[in-house]
């Protein structure tokens, strides 16, 4: 039964991958459009590839050499092993091509969703959804069969071939090289998270601010030189980008619930792995639950609801995921529980569970309400931009800061709540759960870019103005969706950082982060620094690539005769070089600074110091992130709702009116926020945690555990007594130490 059950989480990664499979194959078979439609996405599909191809090539250098330093460190301690290694190349890779299946659908469905529009929002729907469902598919079946069958391969070299028992030194070996899988897939995801988002951004900036300020035509019309670099953004940000993101999420939050599994006895039928197994067999299960959750994603005519169709479809895989965890639980886990002295049962697991995917439901509510049209945070905006360009830009600021009020609440009572239930297990499972239904997160967070892109695509061929309402019916909404997977995204962080936290602290054998003193407390104060010197570098990243690409349109405009009249093509592909150069050179400080902070702390203040940094980059990092992904998103729609008009003391304005123009001031300053720094926040705290949980052997002090004393065995011996001329069995549990 234990090995049904080990076998059974790749399995369904490979489920995954074959519905993944099909549905990308159902996309391709749809129409793609007349000669111009097809001419456009291939100049798309064509600027993403090359910038994968320049980022693939100097990524690659860097997971040889973070590899090669990975396997020698694995054999200065015995936690450890030189493998750690291949697991680091094998996440670094799953991460980089989840990315690329991402890219490659979302390059493929756009034209074929502007051609779906052409006869109806319903279809039109289908096909955006179907497209970004490829996305979460892919990365969630990935995640789950890399991970399941890199651990079975481990465990059975390592623990099952000597005899160990699974919650001793051998098991801590186990977890530790699997911690390099989880490395190599969250220094991918902040490459290409931060590249992404400088690429996007750039070629975004320039698009608006020449195209629409100066020249006075739309980002997507054809004649704007930057408007193909623009749509490539869309899918090296928000698809490549994210896919590469919510992977290391997913994978990083799985790792530090089975760390934390460890440290619990559990006299259970599956040989006491049931607490380490139980996190991945979550994963595996959300796989299903949104498959199913998928194709309730529809809506009836033109007057559907498409968020309505995108809830119901997310509620309902979160709904089954919830059903399913009570009879996982209770068919796993033994009655009774303790992790490093703290006493629960199999039904508090099951509750903290709940409470994971409680939390995710709100944040993405919250998130919602703060960046969708037609609600207070975004309506007030609009009401600012009546009276300038400075007002848009400082109500925006308030909106983004007033968000973080509720979500902080809903994400300080949920770890509250979760600990309550199961200690620091709780908190780690509540991430899981709250992850398990990744696959329908991001497919609705990949439909985004891909209705966008679309929208691009209608707009640049010119098609019949009901062809761009429904592409901007779908591009809204996707706006808004793409401010809740963020929300999403920077949720799960937070409560994983917390586990990887509490992992970091057992692995590195000390009882407690003390900021009574001094150093700590210097640690907790550069830590809470990281992440804004990291947002400054970012958004400076993309001012400085915008304005080379604002003086290359601008070049276009004054040196090409006949832009302006159609006379002439303008020069699409230096845009998309310029997009392209800046993002892979301005990515290397940021990810330096993720990477290589945490070593240095760890090695010359030791493990107390960095776990000081550690708390005080979360904490700001969760804080930055909300702030700035709400604000973007806020800015961003608050702009889009001109283009169907808006009422400001009782006038109405259009696109091309003074409001609007401070409108596209503030989303040009939301870009790099919701873009760039604010989602690679997540990313930034969860691996400077793995980074600091890598080298915890290599830092640890003294021979000090609170884990379960290092349980390395446990023997279970019957006997028949005769009591009062009866006979009884009993049975005696010997845990050697």
Request: aromatic share 8%; hydrophobic share 50%; with cysteine.
């Amino acid at each position: 039964m234990e090995h049904a059950l080990i076998y059974m989480v790749p399995a369904l990664g490979i489920l995954g991958l074959i519905v993944m499979a099909i549905k990308s194959s159902w996309v391709l078979k749809q129409e793609t459009g007349d000669k111009n439609m097809v001419e456009l996405a291939g100049y798309i599909a064509d600027g993403a590839m090359a910038f994968l191809r320049a980022e693939w090539k100097v990524l690659s250098y860097f997971a040889v050499i973070a590899a090669i330093v990975l396997g020698w460190s694995g054999m200065l301690v015995e936690t450890s092993h030189p493998t750690i290694a291949i697991s680091f190349i094998i996440g670094a890779f799953l991460s980089a091509f989840a990315g690329y299946i991402g890219m490659k659908i979302a390059t493929k469905a756009n034209v074929r969703t502007t051609q779906a529009a052409r006869t109806s929002l319903k279809h039109a729907l289908k096909v955006s959804f179907t497209g970004g469902s490829v996305m979460g598919l892919g990365v969630a079946g990935l995640a789950v069969l890399g991970l399941g069958a890199l651990f079975i391969v481990l465990y059975q070299v390592f623990v099952v071939s000597v005899g160990a028992g699974v919650n001793g030194l051998e098991m801590e070996k186990v977890l530790e090289v699997l911690a390099g899988f989880s490395l190599g897939a969250e220094s991918i995801a902040l490459f290409a998270r931060v590249g992404g988002g400088i690429y996007t951004k750039a070629a975004d900036v320039g698009a608006d601010l020449v195209g629409k300020v100066e020249a006075g035509i739309p980002e997507d019309d054809v004649r704007n030189p930057a408007t193909i670099a623009d749509n490539v953004g869309d899918n090296v940000g928000d698809v490549a980008g994210m896919g590469a993101d919510l992977f290391g999420s997913y994978v990083a939050t799985i790792l530090a619930t089975m760390v934390l599994g460890r440290e619990i006895v559990s006299l259970d039928n599956f040989g006491g792995i049931a607490p380490i197994l139980l996190p991945m067999v979550l994963a595996g299960l959300g796989i299903v639950f949104s498959i199913m959750g998928m194709a309730f994603v529809t809506i009836k005519d033109e007057k559907g609801d498409v968020q309505k169709a995108l809830n119901m479809g997310n509620w309902s895989s979160i709904l089954f995921t919830g059903i399913a965890s009570f009879f996982v639980v209770k068919y796993m886990l033994p009655e009774t529980l303790s992790i490093r002295g703290y006493e629960f049962t199999n039904m508090d697991v099951f509750y903290a569970i709940i409470l994971g995917l409680v939390v995710g439901t709100l944040m993405s509510i919250i998130t919602e309400y703060y960046t969708a049209m037609g609600k207070r945070p975004v309506l007030s905006i609009i009401k600012q931009s009546g009276t300038g360009h400075a007002t848009n830009i400082i109500g925006g600021l308030a909106v983004g800061m007033e968000s973080t009020v509720l979500p902080i609440l809903v994400l300080a009572g949920g770890i509250y709540g979760a600990y309550e239930f199961a200690g620091l297990y709780g908190v780690a499972i509540a991430a899981a759960g709250m992850m398990a239904t990744t696959a329908m997160q991001l497919a609705i967070d990949a439909f985004g870019p891909i209705a966008d892109n679309a929208g691009g695509i209608a707009e640049m061929s010119q098609l019949p103005e009901e062809v761009r309402g429904r592409t901007d019916i779908l591009d809204a909404v996707g706006n808004t969706t793409a401010a809740t997977g963020k929300g999403f995204a920077i949720a799960s962080a937070a409560l994983t950082s917390l586990a990887l936290f509490a992992a970091f602290v057992g692995i590195a054998k000390i009882d407690a982060i003390d900021i009574y003193k001094a150093p700590v407390l210097a640690g907790l104060f550069v830590g809470g620094m990281i992440p804004f010197i990291f947002s400054s570098l970012c958004i400076a990243a993309v001012g400085r690539a915008a304005m080379d690409m604002v003086n290359e349109v601008r070049r276009q405009f004054r040196e090409i005769p006949g832009i302006m009249e159609y006379k002439a093509k303008p020069e699409y592909e230096k845009c998309v070089e310029i997009s392209t150069k800046a993002s892979i050179r301005e990515m290397i400080a940021p990810g330096a600074i993720a990477l290589l902070t945490p070593i240095i702390i760890g090695f010359a203040f030791g493990p107390e110091v960095l776990g000081g940094t550690l708390a005080g980059v979360t904490v700001s990092g969760v804080l930055m992130g909300i702030f700035q992904s709400n604000a973007g998103g806020a800015w961003d729609n608050a702009k889009k709702s001109f283009e169907k008009g808006v009422e400001i003391d009782g006038e109405m304005y259009y696109k091309k009116s003074e409001p609007h123009k401070a409108s596209v001031t503030g989303d040009t300053v939301g870009d790099p926020f919701k873009d760039t720094s604010g989602p690679s926040m997540n990313i930034l705290i969860k691996l400077m945690s793995i980074v600091a949980l890598v080298i915890a052997p290599h830092i640890s002090e003294g021979t000090h555990s609170p884990i379960a004393e290092n349980v390395v065995k446990k023997e279970v011996k019957k006997e028949i007594k005769i009591v009062d001329g009866k006979k009884v069995e009993t049975e005696t549990i010997t845990i050697t130490k």
